[in-house]
């Protein structure tokens, strides 16, 4: 439980004008354990403005709560807006270990599993800020070139080089934009939830069973239905209500 704890002084400045606000409230609620109140609270204000450290205390609050499901949603989407963050990582990693389903994804090779992991830590963001620096450096290659200062097989090298970081760059910012995009991650938050081969709640039809604080990816949807996968491969029909969306 090292960090799992309250971090509310570096969000407090984005509110400082208002004492009465929302978001000081809920640090009120939180400090006094009325933690329903300060969920509550911290859920108002994320329909109004997205910051990782109030996802990490509205993650605290329903831990503190006992909901590991809404913990990890909150926490995760803390995530996904600073993937470098310790303290949402390391709450993040103590609150996965306790759900109850362990779904393993197949294993990858080194060059993949190592690309993959890189990916996730980047933000587009730094993504762009990268690029940004590789095409400062090509400009200043021509502008050296133009002044005489570098020439023949110097430039050629270094330019290459650049060029090279380049491309790459602007593929693991496509591979980032497509992964963002495309995906539809999703919180299981009821304690189980029965997975069906079909989208109608028949007893024969349930496949299999996954339990709350277990991420899926949403592949179809129908009204009241959600078809999802996981990173096992396997996949099946839920309720929409089962899950929260990120």
Known sequence: MRKLMIYLTLFIPLFAQAPDSLFNRANRYFETEQFAAAARAYEKLSAQVEHEDLYLNMGNAYFRMGNIGQA??????GHILSPRDPDLNYNLFFVRAKVRDRIQPPDDVFFVAFYRAILEKLTMLDMITISGF?????GGIYVLRYRGIMFGKMQGIVNGILMTAVIATGWVMLDKYWA????????????????RSAPIARGENVVFRIHEGTKVDITTTQPGWLEVILLDGKKGWIPTGDVRAL
């Open 72 to 77: 990890i949603w909150a926490y995760e989407k």
């Open 134 to 138: 590789l095409f400062m450096g090509l």
């Open 180 to 195: 963002v995009s495309d995906e539809q991650a999703a919180i299981v938050i009821s304690s189980a939830v029965d997975v």
